[in-house]
């Protein structure tokens, strides 16, 4: 099983909401990545789970809010929004470390209203 | 920063080889190149990766200079599958993880 999931595929929020959205990986993968991509634009990092510990934080304001419950389960809490955080919110895994295969989800479209 | 770049788009027919360059000058010793491509906003799909020297599996082969400041993805025989854009990405254990800037590859009849 290669796959990760991401829940829900699509999310639309005003922004006073607060969501949260979901990844998932039973690969037993210990690195988990959160990556944001913009229309016509290349993914760019945004958080690093490494054994369950956040280890790289891409300067991403706090309004965003990463979580790693457990080894296979990824969640980015959401509060506070503005519409120009309406992007396609990547999660990847990869087995240990930054330096190896990354297998990424479909991602979850998220439009602020 | 480092920057990573590649061509924004190009063309192939069916059946003939695409040659997908991008550039990498600031690569430091210890980061490997991948590449990715992404299908109509799907998630990025990995390629193939290396280090130092020339890789090939089922998708593709990577060639990448001796100095290691460029590389070449090659998909051998292009179809209209292979319609998507490109990206190589940089990774070591203590770079920053950059995608490059992507090259939409279209291929046609």
């Known amino acids: 099983d290669t796959e990760v999931t991401q829940t829900p595929k699509h999310l639309v929020m005003g922004m006073t909401n607060k969501k949260s959205l979901k990844c998932e990986q039973h690969?037993?993968?210990?690195?988990m990545y959160w990556y944001k991509q913009k229309a016509k634009k290349p993914p760019e990092l945004m958080f690093v789970y490494s054994y369950e510990k956040l280890s790289i934080n891409e300067s991403v304001p706090s309004r965003f809010s990463p979580e790693c419950p457990n080894s296979s389960l990824l969640n980015l809490h959401l509060h506070a929004l503005q519409p120009e955080d309406s992007a396609l919110y990547l999660c990847?895994?990869?087995?240990?470390?930054?330096?190896?295969?990354?297998?990424f989800g479909p991602g979850t479209r998220l439009l602020v209203l | 920063d480092a920057k990573t770049t590649q061509p924004p788009s190009m063309d192939c027919a069916e059946g003939r080889a695409a040659n997908l360059p991008c550039n990498h000058s600031t690569i430091s010793g210890n980061e490997y190149v991948y590449w990715y491509r992404q299908i109509h906003s799907q998630g990025p799909q990995y390629i193939i990766h290396?280090?130092?020297n020339n890789e090939t599996n089922e998708m593709a082969s990577l060639i990448i200079t001796e100095d290691r400041k460029s590389s070449t993805l090659i998909l051998p025989h292009a179809t209209l599958r292979d319609t998507a854009v490109y990206y190589c990405f940089l990774t070591g254990t203590a770079s920053k993880l950059t995608f490059g800037t992507g090259t939409r590859l279209q291929v046609t009849l």
């Open positions: 990847a895994s990869s087995r240990q470390g930054n330096q190896e295969t990354q297998y």
């Open positions: 290396g280090l130092k």
């Open positions: 690969m037993g993968h210990r690195a």
